[in-house]
């Protein structure tokens, strides 16, 4: 299984410029989420997805859309790009349990260094 | 937002050093986990704690589920120069929402 794959690996965007950011997992998980990661910070998450069709905000989504059409793919879209939003973005899924016996761990992809000058 | 604690932000160790970083909460977590991240790649999960008071080593690594369910810590044995990098504690509750602390540096000299 090659897990969870991002591409590309870096990218420098201008201003107002649009771009996808595209994550694929193998792993048959049902859940499936993008981060950011800024310098000397934890992981803050944009939006996320409990399965095919449905997805929901995480804690920055402003900036951010994301669609859920397969199980395998979550493309994260930047509509106008701006500088805030220079970042590393990473995709992680899981295969989340429930009831008694709660499982969310989540397994990262390598990530995407996005530079918006 | 963020609720994890996490210390230190940051330490320069000897090769053969044990090291210690902990992570803390005001509220509390069903499951603790602790991941690894090196420069230029995304995290990876080392170990998973699902009940208060647990105690679980993978390798030279250990790591324990606080009995408050408030905490939790990572001991690293006898560090050698591949530790090197960022370790994150991440906890969720009982709705699975998973949170991050903010990383401990690890840097190894040898």
């Known amino acids: 299984n090659a897990g969870v794959t991002q591409t590309p690996k870096f990218r420098i965007l201008k201003i107002g410029q649009s771009m996808t950011l595209q994550c694929t997992q193998d792993m048959n998980h049902n859940y499936m989420y993008w981060y950011r990661q800024d310098p000397g910070m934890g992981l803050k998450l944009i939006y996320y997805?409990?399965?095919?069709?449905?997805?929901d905000k995480g804690e920055v989504p402003n900036g951010y859309n994301v669609s859920r059409s397969t199980t395998e793919d979550f493309p994260l879209r930047l509509e106008l790009a701006a500088p805030s939003q220079t970042s590393v973005y990473f995709c992680a899924s899981s295969q989340r349990t429930s009831g008694a016996h709660l499982r969310n761990e989540q397994f990262f992809g390598p990530g995407t260094r996005l530079t918006v000058l | 937002g963020q609720q994890l604690n996490q210390s230190p932000q940051s330490m320069f160790i000897q090769e053969g050093e044990d090291v210690s970083m902990n992570c803390t909460s005001s509220s509390i977590f069903n499951t603790w986990l602790w991941y690894k991240q090196e420069p230029g790649e995304g995290p990876v999960l080392l170990i998973a704690l699902y009940k208060a008071g647990e105690l679980t080593s993978n390798g030279r690594l250990t790591a324990q589920f606080g009995i408050t369910r408030k905490d939790s810590f990572l001991n690293i044995s006898a560090s050698i120069p591949s530790d090197v990098g960022i370790y994150f504690c991440a906890a969720h509750d009982s709705w699975g929402k998973l949170q991050f602390g903010a990383g401990t540096q690890v840097v190894v000299t040898p």
């Open positions: 997805s409990v399965g095919a069709g449905i997805t």
